[in-house]
Nanobody, 125 residues
Framework: QVQLVESGGGSVQPGGSMRLSCAAF?????????MGWFRQGPGKERRWVAA???????SYVDFVKGRFTISQDNTKNTLYLQMNSLKPEDTAMYYC??????????????????WGQGTQVTVSS
């Protein structure tokens, strides 16, 4: 059974940095075509933040471009999200996700098959 386990959340002051990690387990026979990060603030819908394809290509939602970087270490089966210049509006529960469909954008929740439990990020002074 595939499991995604996030870590690295917490509290940080505005302008600070944080790195989230997502370890994947149990996917020996599955090739993920999309791995991504989503976030959901209080009372808001879950929104796509960033994604990385099986070819290593990356994409970001506009409001994190230049601040967030998605990467993966295939030797450790781990996905990362480096977040710099954090703002209070970045406060949310962050979820990692993995999907195995082809020909998708990797930007929609329905394109993902597995989800982590989420890790809280709070940006506040």
């Amino acid at each position: 059974q595939v499991q995604l386990v996030e870590s690295g959340g917490g509290s940080v002051q505005p302008g600070g940095s944080m790195r989230l990690s997502c370890a994947a387990f149990g996917h020996t026979y599955i090739t993920f075509t999309c791995m991504g990060w989503f976030r959901q603030g209080p009372g808001k819908e879950r929104r796509w933040v960033a994604a990385i394809g099986s070819d290593g290509s990356t994409s970001y939602v506009d409001f994190v471009k230049g601040r967030f970087t998605i990467s993966q270490d295939n030797t450790k089966n781990t996905l990362y999200l480096q977040m710099n210049s954090l703002k209070p509006e970045d406060t949310a529960m962050y979820y990692c996700a993995a999907g195995f469909s082809y020909g998708v954008s990797c930007r929609l929740p329905e394109e993902y098959n597995y989800w982590g439990q989420g890790t809280q990020v709070t940006v506040s002074s």
